[in-house]
Structures are given as structure tokens and as C-alpha cells.
């Protein structure tokens, strides 16, 4: 019998989010394995890769302190020793994150693709800000019938309410300011009372940021990422840039069904 296995994948720049997944996984099985690799498929942008931050000895002791049993750093030629066919993460795959960025979620399969079949975890665990991600691996999964059952771990945000990323470390004082308008457009989108009211706050709150460039702004459907038309299962998704730092975040929106009379 397989010995459960706990999978924690990440690019490396270990913060508490990633940390918070490392909790997760002692849930789950005693062997814990936190994989640090920087994906060149998934980035469209030379410059984005080359600036990612790297710091695999202060990664690896901070997942080591945290309860990772095990930490492998591959290198490219490990992950992809031949010629590299990528894997096709269909029409969700395209629309969104995946609208500006081509290829990005084919690369993302892919990885994933080479670091299951490596380590052939029991469990892996990704986390909720990445949504669309969470949601393609997800459904990609269950389609190719592999025996790995993903985990989706909550967002963890700062003290000022921004959601946690690698990239925050390229923020300066000021640019971390401008980035909390998206955490702000979140939370008021939440009290509106229609999805077409918290839809219009969630683009007014991010528009009055003149610091913050707009990717993309959407209350999706967490079945299908079509816009939503009720307040079940919608989510608003926003990315966008900060002084040439692209930032991403989502959340649960908990407007209420409207009221028929």
C-alpha cells in the first residue's frame, strides 16, 4: 500500500501563505514535500522570470522549521529533460489570467503534470488565491484520472488586508498602498445588494487608484467562470499591476439573492 504522500508546490520565496499550506499538510500525512521550482512555461514575460525572487537556502530552512519533511529544488533539466509537449488547459485555461498571458495555464498543467508524476503525492495542496489555477488543476485531475486529491487552502493576508504573494517583495512602501485598493474593492463589492451593484463597486473602488493598472475585474461563477447572474457561488477575481508588479486576488462574494416579491 502507498504511504500517504503530501505535496506542497511552490516557486520558492516562502512566506506565510506558504507556511499556512505546510499546516495544512500535517493533516494530512507525516511526510511532507515542498517543491521549489520556477516554471518557465508559465511565464510570458522574459523580465517577470528573471526578476521572480530566489532564495532556495532561507526557502528551504523556513519549510524545514515549518514541518516539511522534505524539500526538492529541481533543476530545469530534471523537469524537463526533453522536449517539452505542453498540456492544454482548455477554454478556462484562456479566459482571465490566461486571456493576457498565453500559455500560462498550459505551462501550469504541465509542471504540476512532471511534479506529481515525480513525487506521486497522496495529497496536494494549492492555495485559494490562485483560483482559476486551483479550479484548472482541479478539473484537470479528475479528467486524467490520477490518484492525487487536491487540497485548496484559504488566502492569507497581511495585517493591512493584502493578500500574500511572492511579488509583494517588490513592492516599495508606496506601491504597497496603491495594491491595497484591491483588497478594499474586494470587501466592498461583498456589502452591495445584487451581483450587478458589487460588480459596479468592485470597478469604481479599483478606478479611483490612479497607481493601480487593471487587468481584468470580474464576478465569476465558481462552476463554470462565466459571469455571474446570482450570488451563488460568485466570486470576484482582479488582477492587475502596480508599478510593474502584477498582482492577483479573489474572494467569495456573500451578497445576498435579491428579494422576489
Not at 8 to 25: C, D, K, Q, R, Y
Not at 176 to 197: C, D, G, P
Not at 228 to 255: E, F, H, I, P
Request: hydrophobic share 40%; charged share 25%.
Amino acid at each position: 500500500m502507498r504511504q500517504n504522500k503530501v505535496l506542497v508546490p511552490t516557486m520558492g520565496a516562502i512566506h506565510a501563505g506558504h507556511l499556512s499550506l505546510i499546516e495544512i499538510a500535517k493533516n494530512y500525512s507525516t511526510e511532507i514535500v515542498l517543491s521549489i521550482f520556477v516554471n518557465p512555461l508559465q511565464f510570458e514575460d522574459p523580465d517577470d522570470l528573471a526578476k521572480y525572487p530566489r532564495s532556495v537556502e532561507v526557502d528551504t530552512k523556513l519549510a524545514l522549521g515549518a514541518g516539511a519533511t522534505e524539500i526538492w529544488a529541481p533543476t530545469i533539466e530534471e523537469i524537463y529533460p526533453e522536449k517539452v509537449i505542453t498540456l492544454d488547459s482548455g477554454a478556462i485555461g484562456r479566459k482571465y489570467e490566461g486571456a493576457g498571458r498565453e500559455g500560462h495555464f498550459d505551462g501550469v498543467l504541465t509542471v504540476v503534470d512532471r511534479l506529481f508524476k515525480h513525487v506521486q503525492p497522496t495529497y496536494a495542496i494549492f492555495g485559494e488565491k490562485d483560483f482559476q489555477q486551483l479550479f484548472i488543476i482541479k478539473k484537470w485531475v479528475k479528467k486524467s484520472g490520477m490518484e492525487v486529491e487536491v487540497i485548496a487552502a484559504p488566502i492569507i493576508r497581511d495585517i493591512d488586508g493584502l493578500a500574500l504573494s511572492s511579488r509583494n517583495s517588490r513592492l516599495s512602501a508606496e506601491d504597497r498602498k496603491s495594491a491595497l485598493v484591491i483588497s478594499r474593492a474586494l470587501r466592498q463589492a461583498t456589502h452591495e445588494r445584487s451581483v450587478e451593484s458589487a460588480r459596479d463597486r468592485l470597478h469604481d473602488v479599483l478606478s479611483s487608484e490612479p497607481s493601480f493598472q487593471l487587468d481584468y475585474a470580474e464576478i465569476i461563477n465558481e462552476d463554470n467562470f462565466e459571469p455571474a447572474t446570482s450570488a451563488r457561488k460568485a466570486r470576484a477575481l482582479v488582477a492587475g499591476w502596480v508599478n510593474g508588479v502584477r498582482l492577483l486576488d479573489n474572494m467569495a462574494m456573500s451578497v445576498p439573492a435579491p428579494v422576489i416579491s
